[in-house]
């Protein structure tokens, strides 16, 4: 009660360190594998591992949101995968991008404001709601593409994944727009502060008159459109839908997010810290393929990573 | 003899800020043994030392003459210390027995031996006198109820030194009888108490002694015998203060609120009153009389079933806190950590939760200077002492905080404000600073309405008081007429009124 501990003026190296965190792992990161990893450097390698990790950083940035308000969803892979698959089934049938594209992003929309109603409406924990349309849209994209992948007829689709600009692929333009913006929507607009301000304390929010339950349902939904959007682009690389796709890439997402600093417990978050977390999951894997580390071991690597992030940042908090 | 307890020169540091500096002074076997200071004073520290959750950083503790370090809670737990701390450290899924023998279950080959441990259990709650059934789930009692059973819990571990860290804030009047009493058969049983507590009319109620603490120093240790309240309170702040509540009349600035036949949770009659413009209308009660009920219906937190409510004439459809806020009524809520701040979030951005919206680039994007300005002026008209705006209100003082939720609606067009217990948990200092703010806010016209536990606050505060009794508006009372004891009378239950 009484332990009114104010917290020390810091040496400003130590505050600056405090500070930056994950940048300066990040930098740190880059520069050794620039000196140690063979290739590691090359335009075509650096283009490679951007685009591995556009998928990511796409949905990472609503998922800063999602975390950010003190919630979970790990039902994208799902819809990653489902929204591939319609695309794919609805361009195939109609002859239209469009109406492919557009029922893609439909069925995202479908299931993130479904999550978000149960959540924010119905009080389900989102653990489970999540859980549980996981499994609903996984198991929806196996049933209409009957299982199999579905090949994909309008060549002009492809495009949207393998084009580039500048040299640069077209998905990390996209990757690239989206953190610019949910950054801006996060630091700079009364949503964004009021997503925090939900995460930190969503009573305290409702008493201040912030619509906590219409925050969490565009939030939700705008996680299940990303999703999608992220999977079309996926399907648009890969000139096709599948339905198997994406399996445990929610796990992928909020690793990164986490390694970006977000709290689990919402309210604290930051845009360039998610982007730093995204690049160091795509570096650190991107520098295990180019020295020929197994698959087996990768996994066994990301997740030592990710542990020893998250100590990290308790000892530092216990530090203070 | 050796007292049963003694700090001896503890000191306690943490990064840049030193919590507790060479104090020293002793707990007597058979006494109860006060620790009063504002918030920040150190007791928290202190007895975080004295649990083991803390390593002093200089000096030493004794137990009956034998110095004692503790490196971790289970080895002061062991030497017969035990803390009970207003969160209380029990697990409500769990049954009252298992609660009592956490840890240390009878067992037989393994296995809990279920009788053995009612058995056990029965014993130790007729101990305190608590005629409970060990087997009831622990969260389905009242806080008093689960206070008794952590009390009984520290016994049940045989200890001798047992700290109270201000075990009523959330208790009723008659479960404060009962541990007061329990208290006392704790010292009569040859126990050294150490109690924690901001209520000085405890205080002098129940304590032999009192150590005073100001800013991590030790003040003074007496019997309470030899001080008076004044004493105290001047000892605890350093200075002399006059008149706390800073009361001065005002006429009244017009027509306010009107609350007619007002229905809802919590209140077992329609409820009707009004408050003028510029008057403050305290509300006192016991718990659960429906005060609280009441702020929330008139703040739409609450869904009300009937009335209706009017502000200078104009009828109001508040259905929720963001209708209200619109109208120009606002709630500092009573318990602030769960409904009032956001804890990871800045000084900054608590101030202007609310107010951004209506300050927003077509009301999307932020006002970054308005944001600025309005943190800076509002805290500094305040006084809240903080580093910066940036800072986290986690690491502000109770009283800091309640000024930054106050600044919150500051930063808004209040008509009418609702404060709930707006002291709780606050020092004297920053308690006189928010009497200060309450009378300014009412001599700037804002209608002002305080519930409060506290009666020397809600006469001291208030121009009229309303007394609610089993949610029902027992009465209203001008300012002249009310004392404590017509207060009290008013307040309690009907049966109890006639026993007493």
Known sequence: MSSAAAPAPRQPLAAFLDQAGMLVVLAILFAGCSV???????????????????????????????????????????????????????????????????????????????????????????????????????????????????????????SLGSSALFGVPTPVWITAGCFAIFGFILNRTVFGRDTLAVGGNAEAAHLAGIAVDRVKIIIFTAQGVMAAFAGIVLASRIT??????????????????????????????????????????????????LMNVATFYQYVAR?????????????????? | ???????????????????????????????????????????????????????????????AGRPRTFGATAQALAAGIAVIYQELHLVPEMSVAENLFLGHLPQTCGLVNRRALAAAARRQLELIGEDLD????????????????????????GARIIAFDEPTSSLSDREVRRLFTIIRELRSRGCAVLYVSHRMEEIFELCDRITILRDGRHVDTAD????????????????????????????????????????????????????????????????????????????????????????????????SPRQAIEAGIVLCPEDRKKEGIVPVRSVLENTNLSARRRQAHA?????????????????????????????LIRNLSGGNQQKVILARWLSEKVNVILLDEPTRGIDVGAKSEIYTIIQDLARSGVCVIVVSSELPEVLGVSDRIAVMRQGKLAAILDRADATEEKLLKLALPLETARAS
């Open chain 1, 240 to 289: 096709s839908g599948q339905p198997n796709t994406s399996q445990g890439f929610e796990l992928e997402v909020i690793s990164a997010c986490v390694l970006g600093g977000v709290s689990l417990t919402g309210g604290v978050g930051s845009m360039a810290f998610v982007i730093a977390g995204v690049l160091i999951m795509g570096i650190v894997q991107n520098a295990m393929n």
């Open chain 2, 1 to 63: 003899m050796s007292p049963a307890l003694a700090f001896d020169g503890v000191s306690m540091a943490f990064p840049g800020v030193k919590a507790l500096d060479d104090v020293s002074f002793d707990v007597r076997a058979g006494s109860i043994h006060a620790l009063m200071g504002e918030n920040g004073a150190g007791k928290s520290t202190l007895l975080k030392i004295l649990s083991g959750a803390y390593t002093p950083s200089g000096g030493s503790l004794a137990l």
């Open chain 2, 363 to 391: 009301g999307l994007f932020i006002h970054e200077a308005w944001e600025q300005t309005n943190a800076r002026e509002r805290t500094a008209q305040l006084r809240v002492k903080t580093p910066s705006v940036h800072q």
């Open chain 2, 134 to 157: 060990p087997e009831t789930k622990l969260g389905t009692l009242s806080l008093g109820q689960r206070q008794m059973v952590e009390i009984a819990k520290a016994l049940t571990r």
């Open chain 1, 303 to 320: 997740g030592l990573i990710l542990l020893a992030a998250v100590l990290f940042d308790r000892w530092k908090r216990r530090k203070q």
């Open chain 2, 224 to 319: 309470l015998a030899t001080l008076t309240r004044d004493a105290v309170v001047q000892r605890m702040v350093g200075r002399k203060l006059a008149d706390i509540y800073n009361y001065t009349p005002r006429p009244p600035a017009g027509p306010g609120l009107v609350v007619a036949g007002l229905c809802g949770p919590g209140l077992a009659e329609p409820c009707t009153f009004s408050a003028a413009a510029g008057e403050i209308l305290g509300f006192f009660g016991l718990i659960g009389a429906g005060r609280s009920e009441l702020l929330k219906l008139l703040f739409g937190s609450a869904e009300k079933t009937a009335g209706r409510v009017t502000f200078a004439g104009r009828a109001l459809t508040i259905t």
């Open chain 1, 36 to 158: 140690f990893v063979e290739n590691f450097l090359s335009w075509r390698n650096l283009q490679g591992l951007a685009l591995a990790v556009s998928m990511t950083g796409m949905v990472a940035c609503t998922m800063l949101f999602c975390l950010a308000a003190g919630d979970f969803d790990l039902s994208i892979s799902s819809v990653v995968a489902c929204a591939g698959v319609l695309a794919a089934v609805v361009m195939n049938q109609t002859e239209s991008i469009t109406l492919g594209v557009a029922a893609g992003l439909g069925i995202g929309a479908l299931v993130g404001i479904t999550n978000g109603y149960v959540v924010a409406k119905l009080r389900i924990n989102a653990l489970i709601t999540t859980l549980a349309t996981m499994q609903i849209v996984r198991g929806f994209g196996f049933i209409i593409s009957d299982g199999k992948a579905v090949g994909i007829g309008l060549e002009d689709f492809f």
